[in-house]
């Protein structure tokens, strides 16, 4: 350790150590499951928007020659009991449903991230203030609250649906982060941080996120599946989704109780939300470990 | 030789398929004290542990532990617990887990007593009693209805001696029994444990890896190594004439209070993880490696009462080197003449209210940390900062790098008030001034590789891209790491290089005040020289300040120019090192001088000791005039009227002479 003594090197020009984006990169991409996941995901968007076009059939008409009919060559996914073809029904509620599912999970996952972090790190007023929200929010019963919204929002399509999912969807997460960083708060690498000069921002986005994304990886990867389920429950009653349009969700509710007599009309949209939720799981195990220089013995 | 009282042969400790213990051979007669000395992972500990038959059951424990004949090891549980506490007794390292925090002392002392020797209550109490005497507990009676937790540390461990003692054992054994204290409360401590020695007649076994508190202590010890003992021999001729190279090394690698024993000898490497090396587990480190070394581990071998691990210990002990003779030994360059003042502080306060009730706080009392501290800093020099926990030094420190206004008093940075600073001038100073923080595990954010730690600083100072990459590499060159280690993350270093890193940080943006707050504490003997080495050349090379803060006086005495002592928020003794510890002037640097063990048993035991009584006060008490006074041994030797003076004035520093560097805030110094 000693030895290397020069102060004063005519060094090589030596590349520039890797920093840590590329470095979490890099493993990520050498993790099998994460890569896994990505493909699965990938392959999921391209059956949900290309699907449409290889099928004659669409979505909502219906055909009344063709009830309940099992899969076939003609009718993939087989048929419904007004004669709607699945297999375009199913593609058509999974572009909503990935959409969903994905931006819902990102977006409350970033603000939970964020609140909870400001309101640690920041303390006083500033966690009072955010906390007073996050109680206020939770106490407010967010499904009244969507059922009475969203007929005003009937206009503004499924991205005001997504901002409302997430915008009730992220004050427990936010409580658990602000613990979290109570105690980071403390840590010494972030009081090393502060005397440096750093801003608090940074220091949020370079030291305190990072260090709580593993959990927030997880709750993300859960928000997903969830996402899509209370989206269900929405369009159940009428909210969110309506028909003629579908989603995974409404495709899920209408098929579950015939699901024994004619298993076509559950079991495909089913595979395809498990496979969705799977592969997110993947992607989070990936991003976590690849976050995370500890989780594995060998180095990048 | 006389019969072994307890005996230890070939004793192993397998966890899993990882050895910590691989063959170690003791005995320790009637009596005597036997240190054993090592670093942490060398299995002192588990050993110790061994013998009591402590360990979790995932610890496979073989060979052989006698006591007076009797074999030890597999016995059941239940005949271990008769002779555990009556016969061996253990004073472990941290009294305040040792303790049930929800039995009173008493009760667990009475405990003691009658589970091996059926007696009455009452009985059991007053000998409780007696036993809280001894130790130098004040008002035993009473301490004995406390809880653990009212006791102060020092009380706390002296309570566990009683506890220890309390069945009269043929061994005590103790574990690290002062790490956790103060210096002055490390030599109340220890001279409890010689008295419980000799009350009792017991042998004691003493695990540490502080060679001053070994030397102080023991008639014989045992210096172990990746899990086995290297070397063994009587105190003297141990400190004297070393035969394992690795002790060698150790004795060189401690800085000295008395400031002999030139530059400080790092042993380079680290100890090689258990389980993973062939032939002598040293070799990697050692500077008289052979080729013989690599193939098979030496035995324990040697004439005399004096054994070494080493193929080279005829050589060594005939030739007996100095350290530095050995080992290759960094050439420090000279420091140049410190420059003009960058730093001073003048009557600095500090003070945190102590709030009570859940919702309406109300302020019952106030902690004054900070009660008056002055210090300054010239270019180049560094300045020690030396306090027992609780003297205000870490507050002082963050006080300082606040910098904002303080409550009271003065700081001025760079020629810069604090109290008035705008956005450019405190940009500056974040630049300008860097810490370097006790623990490199903590201080280092485990999921950023070292190059983007490196560069958080300059980042923050906003440099551009291209300077940021060329600076990395020059940077972990000049602490001594290699600038491939940018991409790897802290948990992949050991603590030595982990504290290079954090020297690297601080150093990125050119500071020309670095804070270094206990940067070697954590760290082992042999890992801590090299990392002062570093600092003195850092020192040297960029014309550093340093405010160096320790509770280590011996680091302190080799590294700092200047030394100021702080005790209960006060500065009570200001100087050139020189000055203060060649002739120290307060009573309480005094006493603290006095209580640092030396690693040389032969100046140890010429030394007189000045032991101070009790322990510090409680920094909410805010006691009138002199502070010190309530521990002080000259303040209890003064007549009436000299110490109605000490009680209603609080003493001002004053220069030993007119311009003479040496400050001392007692109204009778040199008394």
């Known amino acids: 350790m000693t030895a290397v003594l020069d102060t004063a090197p005519a060094e090589p020009k030596s590349p520039a150590a890797p920093g840590r984006g590329r470095l979490v990169l890099t493993r990520l991409l050498a993790a099998r499951g994460a890569t896994a996941g990505a493909v699965i995901v990938l392959l999921l968007f391209l059956l949900a928007f290309a699907g449409p076009y290889l099928t004659p059939w669409d979505y909502a008409t219906p055909n009344y020659t063709a009830i309940r009919q099992p899969p076939s060559a003609e009718h993939w996914f087989g048929t419904n009991g007004i004669g709607q073809d699945v297999f375009a029904q199913t593609v058509r509620g999974l572009q909503k449903s990935l959409v969903i599912g994905l931006l819902v999970a990102l977006l409350s996952t970033l603000l939970a991230g964020l609140v909870g972090a400001c309101a640690g790190y920041f303390g006083g007023w500033a966690d009072r203030a955010l906390m007073f929200l996050v109680d206020l929010l939770l106490i407010f019963p967010s499904f009244l609250i969507i059922a009475i919204v969203s007929p005003k929002l009937k206009g503004a399509g499924w991205l005001a649906f997504v901002l409302l999912l997430a915008l009730f969807n992220w004050m427990i997460t936010a409580r658990v982060v602000r613990s979290m960083t109570l105690s980071l708060r403390e840590r010494e690498f972030v009081r090393a941080a502060r005397y440096m000069g750093v801003a608090p921002f940074r220091i949020i986005l370079r030291h305190i996120l990072p260090n709580v994304s593993s959990f927030l990886i997880i709750d993300a990867t859960v928000t997903v599946g969830g996402a899509v389920m209370s989206e269900t429950a929405l369009s159940y009653f009428g909210f969110g989704v309506r028909p003629p349009d579908v989603s995974l969700g409404t495709l899920l509710a209408a098929g579950t109780d015939q699901a024994p007599v004619f298993p076509w009309l559950f079991y495909f949209a089913a595979g395809l939300l498990v496979l969705f939720v799977l592969a997110i799981n993947l992607i989070g195990d990936g991003l976590r470990d690849a976050l995370d220089p500890t989780s594995d013995r060998s180095t990048p | 030789m006389s019969a072994s009282l307890l005996e230890v042969s070939d004793l192993t400790v397998d966890f899993g398929a990882v050895p910590a213990v691989r063959g170690v051979d003791l005995a320790v007669r009637r009596g005597e004290t036997l240190g054993i000395v090592g670093e942490s992972g060398s299995g002192k500990s588990v050993t110790a542990l061994a013998v009591l038959g402590l360990l979790p059951r995932a610890a496979a424990v073989g060979g052989s532990v006698r006591l007076d004949g009797r074999e030890l090891v597999g016995l059941p549980d239940k005949e271990l617990a008769r002779i555990r506490g009556s016969r061996i007794a253990m004073v472990f390292q941290d009294p305040l887990s040792a303790f049930t925090p929800v039995y009173r002392i008493g009760d667990q002392i009475v405990e003691a007593l009658r589970i091996h020797r059926p007696q009455g209550r009452a009985a059991a109490r007053r000998r409780a009693a007696e036993l809280l005497d001894l130790v130098g507990i004040p008002a035993p009676e009473r301490a004995l209805d406390s809880f653990p937790h009212e006791f102060s540390g020092g009380m706390r461990q002296r309570a566990m001696i009683a506890m220890a003692i309390a069945n009269d054992p043929d061994i005590l054994l103790a574990d690290e029994p002062t790490t956790a204290l103060d210096v002055t409360i490390q030599a109340q401590v220890l001279d409890v444990l010689r008295t419980a020695q000799r009350e009792t007649g017991a042998a004691l076994v003493l695990v540490s890896h502080d060679l001053g508190v070994i030397a102080g202590m023991a008639d014989r010890v045992a210096v172990m190594y990746a899990g086995r003992v290297v070397e063994t021999a009587p105190v003297d001729e141990l400190f004297a004439r070393p035969r394992h190279p690795y002790t060698l090394g150790l004795i060189g690698a401690v800085p000295r209070l008395d400031g002999r024993g030139g530059p400080l000898v790092p042993i380079p490497g680290t100890p090689p993880a258990p389980g993973t090396v062939t032939g002598c587990p040293f070799a990697a480190r050692c500077p008289l490696v052979e080729d013989r070394c690599r193939t098979a581990e030496p ?128 940009r500056e100073l974040r630049r300008a001034v860097q810490i370097v923080f006790q623990d490199p595990m903590a201080s280092l954010d485990p999921r950023m590789p070292v190059g983007d730690i490196i560069a958080e600083p300059l980042r923050a100072q906003a440099a551009p891209r291209a300077q940021i990459d060329r600076r990395i590499p020059q940077l972990l060159r000049q602490v001594g790491l290699e600038p491939a280690h940018a991409s790897r993350y802290p948990h992949q270093f050991s603590g030595g290089q982990r504290q290079r890193i954090s020297i690297a940080r601080a150093l990125a943006v050119e500071p020309e005040l670095l804070v270094l707050d206990e940067p070697v504490s954590a760290l082992d003997v042999s890992i801590q020289a090299g990392v002062l080495n570093l600092l003195q050349r850092l020192k040297a090379e960029l014309g550093l300040a340093y405010l160096f803060v320790s509770h280590d006086l011996s680091v302190i005495r080799h590294l700092a120019d200047r030394v100021s002592v702080m005790y209960l928020g006060h500065t009570v003794e200001a100087g050139t090192v020189e000055s203060v510890f060649e002739s120290p002037r307060h009573p309480y640097t005094r006493a603290l001088l006095s209580a640092v063990p030396l690693p040389d048993p032969v100046a140890e035991r010429a030394r007189t000791r000045i032991l101070l009584a009790g322990d510090p006060p409680s920094p909410r008490e805010r006691p009138s005039g002199c502070p010190f006074r309530a521990r002080c041994q000259v303040h209890a030797l003064l007549d009436d009227a000299r110490r109605a003076r000490c009680e209603q004035e609080v003493p001002l520093p004053q220069a030993a002479a007119p311009g003479v560097d040496h400050l001392a805030a007692c109204h009778y110094p040199d008394a």
């Open chain 2, 299 to 426: 035995a324990l071998t040697g004439d005399d009462g004096h054994l070494a691990a080493c193929v080279r210990a005829g050589e060594l002990a005939a030739r007996a080197p100095r350290p530095e003779e050995v080992y290759p030994v960094p050439p420090v360059p000279p420091a140049g003449r410190p420059g003009e003042e960058i730093l001073r502080v003048t009557g600095l306060v500090k003070t945190f209210p102590v709030l009570k009730g859940t919702v309406f706080k109300r302020r019952v009392g106030t902690v004054h940390a900070v009660d008056g501290v002055d210090l300054a800093i010239r270019r180049g020099e560094t300045l020690g900062l030396v306090g027992e926990s609780g003297s205000g030094k870490s507050t002082t420190l963050y006080e300082l790098l606040a910098l904002t206004r303080p409550e009271a008093g003065r700081i001025d940075l760079l020629g810069r008030d604090t109290a008035g600073l705008d956005r450019a001038g405190t």
